[in-house]
Every structure is written in C-alpha cells, then in structure tokens.
C-alpha cells in the first residue's frame, strides 16, 4: 500500500511547489515521472480487479490464430496480446506496453493543464490506481483519449478524431467522445458533421447493438451493481458542478468552455442515471474523469477571489488523500489492490 500513497505524496508536493500559473517543466521530470508510473502500472503482479480474467484471457492465445484473436473483442489489444504471448513473453509485457500508452496520454494531458502537477495528483487514487490497475483495455483507451483531448486543446481536431478512434481498438464504448470534441471552437460545420456521424456510430455498435446481447443482459436486465458506482460519478458530479459555477471566470481565461461544459452536463446526468443502469453508466462515466483534472487544476486560479490559491490546493489535495485511504481500506474490492506486488520488487 505504501506504493500507492508515495505516489501521491511526490505528486501532490510538486504541485504545492508549482506557481499558479502554467509550469513548463523540464523534459528529465516529466520522463522520470513516466517511467516510475509505467513501471509501478505497468509491471504489477496480480494487481487488480480484473487480473486473473486478463490472465485467462492471455492464455487462451494459445489456441487461437492472429485472426481467431483479433475477432473476439477489442483488437488492438488482442494484437498486442497475441504478438507478445507468440514471441514467448508473458502478460506482464502486454500490461507494460498498455501503460506505456496510458502514462504517455496521462501526461501530455495533464501538461497542457495550468498546474499540470496538481491535475495529474488527482488522477492517482482512481484514474490510476483504480482504472489503469483494473480495468486495462479502458485504461488504454482513456489514455489515448486524452492524449487526443492534448491535441484537441492544440486546435488538432483530425489528431484528435484518430487517437479516439486508436481508442476504439481497446474499448469501443471509446467512440462516444469523439461526439463531446464538436464542442471545442476552431473546427469547420463538416467535420463536426462527421464527428457526429462516428460518435453516433460508435454508441450504436458500443450500447445500443449489443443490447440484444451480452451488454443489455448483463449491464440492464441483471441489474448488475457496479461497486462503488454512485461514488466514482459523484466524483465527476463536483468539478461539474464547480464549472458551472465559476462559469463566467472559465471564459475569461480559457477558450474550451463549450467542451467542459458538455461533458460536465454528462456527469451530472450520470448521476441520475446511474441506479438504472450502475455498471454500463459507471464505465461510460471512466471517460468523464479528466474533468476532475482539469476543474481542480483550474480552481485555484478561478476561486481565488474567494480563497488563496494554496489553500485550495491544499483541500484539494486533502480530499483526494481521504479518497484514497478510504478506498484501499475500506472498499469492498480493495483486497485486489493491497498488497501491491510488482516483478522488480516485494510486495508494498
């Protein structure tokens, strides 16, 4: 457990230590910091919800050919997984390319933040720890997510456009945010046509087909509860309903408030959505989770008519702290993710 929280603590430190406005730091911190989480994410043993499932998964390669694999489900990481068990490698190399990819979008997400060090400090107890640890595929495709949502920040919209539709190769459900990115300025009426054509596409072939299938049955009709739901969206839900506060103070400063404001829309949707439909509204709501980091990156400088800065920075990093002791000790599904085990060294 204590990997989890020294991760935390040099986060949240730096982002005490960063003035109020954009910190460009030096390429050797960003590096250093990527490799230590790719590592910590990426060589993890037996960590995590979902790992014995992945594991099968990886073994069953072994009766399957490359197009046997890629028809199953989510190709692009049915690729990795079958090149890597074909070269003799075991599922700790798929887990290592995955976050690489996740870290790589982390960071060129968080970098285009005003506090890039604060915003990648809320993303540990859950973004990282929960969903990269847990919930692999998704992890990768929010990764490419945001590193589309960097380019999108840039004015690249078509960057943007292929990274979610890289995304969709490891996850499918991926697709629905190509429709949030129509809300950024700067783009011309046909490609925001056509952003409403693949997100429409996507959510039909990542919601609504599979309804007569496994995703209805299981997700709806079950009524499946996904542990924790409620909490995870009410994570989504503040930073929400903080834009909408500091709404006016956001346009002054930043140019990207039609993009937030939907999908902080969305989040607050969630919410009450979520009893109906707990597990498919809860992992549709893992890509509502960059509005946490962007929100509270921002709200020292859109609060601070109202609260110093530091302060802010300090409730901010004292709620996540609270998040996150709660969660590896007193959620149900924590046993998964404590201890921590990792292939370099024992267990933390």
């Not at 490799?35 to 009766?63: K, P, Q, S």
Request: charged fraction near 15%.
């Amino acid at each position: 457990m204590s990997t989890y929280f020294m991760m935390y603590v040099v986060l949240a430190v730096m982002a005490l230590r960063a003035p109020l406005n954009r910190m460009y730091t030096t390429q050797w911190k960003w590096l250093s910091v990527g490799v230590v989480l790719t590592f910590v994410i990426g060589l993890r043993d037996r960590v995590g919800g979902d790992w014995f499932n992945y594991l099968r998964r990886f073994n069953d390669l072994e009766f399957l050919t490359l197009a046997e694999a890629l028809s199953v489900k989510d190709p692009g990481y049915q690729w990795i997984s079958y090149v890597m068990y074909d070269w003799g490698f075991q599922i700790y190399a798929v887990n290592f390319i995955c976050a690489v990819i996740f870290v790589t979008g982390l960071i060129a997400f968080s970098r285009r933040q005003i506090n890039p060090w604060l915003a990648m400090a809320v993303a540990v107890p859950y973004l990282i720890i929960v969903v990269s640890m847990g919930y692999t595929r998704q992890g990768v495709a929010l990764g490419l997510v945001m590193w589309g949502l960097a380019a999108l920040d840039r004015g690249k919209f078509i960057h943007f456009m292929m990274f979610v539709a890289l995304a969709t190769a490891f996850h499918k459900s991926a697709i629905l945010m190509i429709g949030f990115g129509i809300f950024q300025q700067g783009k011309g009426a046909w490609l925001k046509v056509l952003a409403l054509v693949f997100a429409a596409m996507g959510i039909w072939s990542a919601f609504v087909e599979d309804a007569a299938g496994d995703l209805w049955k299981n997700y709806v009709d079950a009524e499946m509860e996904s542990q924790g739901a409620m909490i995870r969206v009410l994570l989504n839900l503040i930073p929400g309903v903080l834009l909408l506060y500091f709404r006016k103070r956001w346009k002054q400063h930043f140019n990207d408030y039609g993009l937030w404001f939907m999908v902080a829309i969305a989040s607050i949707a969630s919410v009450g959505l979520v009893g109906s439909a707990s597990t498919a509204v809860d992992r549709m709501a893992l890509y509502f989770i960059p509005i946490q980091m962007v929100v509270y990156a921002r709200l020292p400088l859109l609060a601070r008519h109202i609260i110093p800065p530091k302060i802010t920075m300090i409730l901010i990093l004292c709620f996540y702290a609270l998040i996150m002791i709660v969660w590896l000790t007193s959620a149900v599904n924590a046993r998964y993710w404590v201890p921590y085990d990792n292939v370099l060294f024992p267990s933390f």
